[in-house]
């Protein structure tokens, strides 16, 4: 392609620019645990398993499972492809800087859009979960406590990345905790065997049983490969990872491996432990925790999901500015806006770029979950496509020979993971097609009459120079 981009020192015909004009850089001040707790936080596997798990469980009944083995399976080929690009273009920028390097900048202008609905939408989706797990000490309403934590996770967004990781680290302690509890509890009072796991019911309308097709499992792997999602925050944080060249693949890796296991675990011994099938499409897992044990273990488990869905926001916070902030630094926008957003505050945060992370994301909990949910699932799930279609082309010309990380079976992973993504892609309902191509359609057209008009001065996405060496 001839509109693919180039390394940062090569990218803008003006290099006579002063310093104080050049990129911002993040600093590099995390090593692989670090960022590997910041990157599980985001998975955030106790509040997905209490928050979106749920919502599978209605639809797919004791499929669940299968259907979320079968998204983890999807998941190590997506985690191949961000292992290989995050250590080849190790840029804050995520997804739309190893895409446009690599696809050209109308696709890498795109992802961001995809990652920017993601990322905007996500952090609410969870936050209004609160409410139900907090419900043993006090009640509250769904969207204000959501905006609440919103609030609150933006707060802790503009403090140091490093201090952040450890408080992050501490509340991720308990809700593995809360998910053992579960896994414990459920696997001890077990209904029905393994077999269930694959028996394909979820219970109808008027007490009667259905079966759950194999279109309803196709169709909900695109919430599967959600529930897992987090793990691409490694390559957000590669700017201020140590060694990107080694920690990006082996935090994604790493992630995506512990993150599985710690909700796939509890979701199993769920569909086995319900009392009945009623029970289990119902999806109320702290009524099940109480049957199972009394009501003061309910309430702790509660409570450790009510911190976890406090420290999910305030990772997902931190990503999500990053990626504003780096769209800023890649003139994304005009002159007065890309200043505002690529400032660093006190402690080295993005504090403009995380405002209008969580600022909106608090009015965002006021809006219909089932939306939410639906153009978030379709918008990962094109994210991934093109992400794939940019390792397909990741080892052509210069990038060949560029020190990274490598997948193995190359290029048979990222063809087979378009064929499947594009397939999940058209099984989704059309509401939520016709939403997000509604917003990319919007966004192309932004691409047209702004962006590529000024292609010499804007939208020239930046690889840090110490990435080069």
């Known amino acids: 392609m001839t509109d693919t981009l180039r390394p940062v020192e090569t990218a803008a015909p003006d290099t006579a620019s002063t310093a104080s004009?050049?990129?911002?850089?993040l600093k590099r001040s995390i090593g692989i645990v670090g960022g590997t707790l910041l990157t599980l936080s985001c998975v955030t596997p106790a509040s997905t398993l209490f928050v979106v798990v749920p919502d599978l469980f209605s639809s797919l009944g004791t499929a669940t499972a299968l259907t979320i083995a079968i998204g983890s399976l999807l998941c190590i080929a997506v985690a191949f492809c961000y292992s290989e690009l995050g250590t080849l273009i190790p840029s804050a920028g995520g997804e739309y800087a190893m895409v446009s390097t690599l696809a050209g900048r109308l696709a890498g202008w795109l992802v961001f859009v995809l990652s920017l609905l993601v990322v905007m939408i996500v952090p609410p989706v969870i936050a209004m979960g609160t409410a139900d797990y907090l419900a043993p000490i006090v009640h509250l309403n769904a969207s204000l406590a959501g905006a609440g934590v919103m609030l609150l996770a933006t707060l802790a967004g503009l403090l140091d990345l490093r201090a952040n990781a450890w408080i992050t680290g501490v509340f991720l302690v308990l809700e593995v905790i809360a998910a053992a509890v579960v896994a414990v509890l459920g696997f001890a009072h077990s209904q029905r065997g393994a077999g269930s796991l694959v028996s394909m019911?979820?219970?109808?309308?008027?007490?009667?049983?259905?079966?759950?097709?194999a279109m309803l499992v196709v169709s909900g792997l695109a919430i599967a490969l959600f529930i897992t999602q987090g793990f691409s925050t490694a390559v957000y944080l590669s700017e201020e990872l140590e060694n990107p060249r080694r920690n990006v693949a082996r935090t994604v890796l790493a992630t995506l491996a512990i993150s599985s296991v710690i909700i796939l675990v509890p979701v199993v011994a769920i569909t086995m432990g319900a009392p009945d099938l009623s029970a289990l499409t119902g999806g109320d897992i702290s009524t099940m925790v109480t049957a199972w044990s009394n009501s003061a273990v309910g309430t702790f488990v509660s409570l450790c999901v009510a911190l976890a869905i406090i420290n999910a926001g305030i990772v997902m916070v931190i990503q999500n500015s990053r990626v504003l902030f780096a769209s800023a630094r890649d003139k994304a926008w005009p002159g007065p806006v890309n200043k505002g957003l690529s400032r660093l505050g006190r402690f080295g945060s993005p504090w403009v770029a995380t405002l209008l992370v969580g600022v909106p994301g608090a009015a965002l909990c006021f809006v219909n979950l089932d939306t939410l949910y639906g153009v978030t699932g379709v918008s990962v799930t094109a994210m991934?496509?093109?992400?794939?279609v940019a390792a397909l082309l990741a080892r052509r010309g210069s990038h060949a020979h560029t020190p990274a990380w490598r997948m193995p079976l190359w290029p048979a992973v990222p063809v087979l993971l378009i064929a499947v993504?594009?397939?999940?892609?058209?099984?989704?309902e059309t509401v939520y097609l016709v939403w997000t191509g509604g917003i990319t359609a919007v966004a192309t057209l932004y691409w047209a009459f702004y962006l590529r008009p000024r292609r010499e001065t804007r939208w020239l996405v930046s690889i840090p120079e110490d990435a080069q060496a």
């Open 21 to 25: 004009d050049s990129p911002q850089k």
């Open 421 to 428: 993504l594009a397939y999940i892609l058209s099984q989704q």
């Open 384 to 388: 991934y496509l093109l992400v794939a």
């Open 201 to 213: 019911q979820v219970a109808g309308s008027g007490g009667h049983t259905d079966t759950v097709t």
